[in-house]
Nanobody, 124 residues
Framework: QVQLVESGGGLVQAGGSLRLSCAAS????????MGWFRQAPGKDREFVAT????????DYADSVKGRFTISRDNAKNTMYLQMNSLKPEDTAVYYC?????????????????WGQGTQVTVSS
């Protein structure tokens, strides 16, 4: 069965950095588009970033462009999200998602598998 396990969340001051990881198993990772989403308390889950199967195509939410970088290592079945210049409004549970397709997508319904999430808290 497919498992996605996020790690790297934590508490950081505004302006700081964190690097999230998503370790995947049970799927052909090198043929799966991947994405990061986040959900703040009382809000809907929202798109953060996506990457295609090869890593050659990425897309970001406007709110994180220029601050976050998504990447993947197909040899390690792992995806990453480097988050810099963090703001209090970035506080949320961050979820890793995998698609059966190869094309990077920003719509949450395009993803077939989800991790349990990792908490990111940014203090002001």
């Amino acid at each position: 069965q497919v498992q996605l396990v996020e790690s790297g969340g934590g508490l950081v001051q505004a302006g700081g950095s964190l690097r999230l990881s998503c370790a995947a198993s049970g799927l052909t990772f090198s043929r799966a588009a991947m994405g990061w989403f986040r959900q703040a308390p009382g809000k809907d889950r929202e798109f953060v970033a996506t990457i295609n199967w090869s890593g050659g195509s990425t897309d970001y939410a406007d709110s994180v462009k220029g601050r976050f970088t998504i990447s993947r290592d197909n040899a390690k079945n792992t995806m990453y999200l480097q988050m810099n210049s963090l703001k209090p409004e970035d506080t949320a549970v961050y979820y890793c998602a995998a698609s059966r397709g190869v094309v990077a997508r920003s719509w949450r319904n395009d993803y077939d598998y989800w991790g349990q999430g990792t908490q990111v808290t940014v203090s002001s």
